[in-house]
């Protein structure tokens, strides 16, 4: 009995060897710039659960290598552990950077202990990896584009209050559900939560002056405040965010590009006034039930309330000049529209009997005559 006690303790120390063992022998490595420690730049260990030795060769760790990106953000070359086995690994302290693509598609990768001294994570750092939760260390102060894309195992990461900037795309098509985004952050970047699709809660710092084109695309957000002293949203910011029901822009907001709440939940907005254009597709094909576009707005951008089902209620007011084609197409709920005396122009395609800012609805134009004189030909 005892003897096959002993055999099977063994047989357990053997198979575990490969699971946690790891020499200096399994990591390839150069010396850094200043010469003072070393780059780990490859892993040929058979080990899954990594702890990375603080020193190797007597000279202390100091980066986890990335591959090469050029001028043109093209990747070259291997991170130092990319597309490896692994499946935990801890950093050691005195690390301060984790290049690029260092872990990408380790499909098998879900825990990683950062060190206090970490200072930047690089692009692809963590790409495709099945983390599930991170912390990312104070003393951060930036995240490279697509660190944590396509984590889709990733529910939870918490920011640090050091952190200045998060690249494109960061967190990508992750499974985040909540995010706080740290005072001291000015941008979110492009495609930042894109396709994030159980992220419902975003908590936005004072500090925050831009929003980038599909920034929240596609995600689960179901409400969103967006802070005074934001200047820009991007393009598609909000597109297809369908559980989106209500948002209030701020004072502070000088441009909203096209396609921004497209498709999605919206049922009610303020448009603040210095916005003087509601640019192309803002609000369409959503929810939108009435809205009260104010004084100092002047144009109405193609499509801009195009297929929105819901409508019941528009006031223009007597700033406008312009209604883009299409712009209240199949809004088959909305009866009835003044259009104030100041309006120039309505845009018309081609075909103006079938094409029109109107067309699809059963709306009642008001002030007929002034719409005869600028050119307006269909049936009121």
């Not at 080990?47 to 990747?75: F, K, L, Y």
């Not at 910011?237 to 497209?262: H, K, N, R």
């Not at 809004?331 to 005396?341: A, H, K, N, Q």
């Amino acid at each position: 009995m005892k003897r096959k006690t002993i055999f099977a303790i063994v047989l357990i120390t053997v198979l575990l060897i490969p699971l946690w063992a790891q020499t200096e022998t399994d990591f390839q490595v150069t010396i850094t710039q200043d010469l003072q420690g070393v780059v780990i730049t490859g892993y040929n260990g058979t080990a899954m659960v990594v702890r990375v030795p603080d020193t190797i060769q007597g000279m202390p760790v100091r980066e986890i290598g990335g591959a090469v990106v050029d001028r043109r953000g093209s990747i070259s070359g291997n991170g130092a552990f990319q597309n490896s086995r692994i499946t935990s690994v801890i950093i050691p302290e005195g690390v301060t950077s984790i290049g690029n693509s260092a872990f990408a598609n380790c499909t098998q990768l879900t825990s990683v202990t950062l060190p206090s001294t970490l200072t930047t994570i690089g692009n692809q750092a963590f790409l495709s990896t099945r983390l599930q939760s991170i912390l990312i260390p104070e003393g951060v102060i930036s995240i490279g584009d697509s660190a944590f894309a396509d984590c889709t195992q990733l529910t939870s990461v918490t920011l640090p209050s050091s952190l200045t900037s998060t690249g494109r795309q960061a967190f990508e098509g992750s499974g985040l559900r909540t995010i706080a985004i740290p005072e001291g952050i000015t941008s979110i970047d492009l495609q930042a939560f894109h396709m994030c699709a159980q992220l419902t809660t975003v908590t936005l710092p004072s500090t925050l002056t831009s929003i980038g084109e599909n920034a929240f695309r596609s995600s689960g957000l179901r409400s969103i405040v967006i802070p005074e002293g934001v200047t820009i949203i991007g393009t598609s910011a909000f597109y297809e965010c369908t559980q989106l029901s209500a948002v209030t822009l701020p004072s502070t907001m000088t441009s909203i590009g096209d396609l921004t709440f497209f498709a999605s939940g919206i049922t009610s907005i303020y448009w603040p006034a210095q916005l003087t254009t509601i640019p192309s597709r803002t609000f369409s094909r959503t929810r939108l039930q009435s809205i009260e576009i104010p004084e100092g707005v002047v144009a109405i951008g193609d499509y801009a309330f195009e297929g929105c089902t819901a409508l019941t209620g528009v006031s223009l007011p007597s700033t406008i000049t312009t209604i883009g084609a299409e712009a209240f197409r199949n809004c088959t709920t909305l009866t009835t529209i003044t259009i104030p005396v100041t309006v120039a122009r309505i845009q018309f395609t081609a075909n103006w009997g079938q094409n029109n800012a109107f067309q699809g609805g059963n709306i009642n134009l008001v002030s007929q005559a002034a719409l005869r004189r600028i050119g307006y030909i269909d049936n009121f």
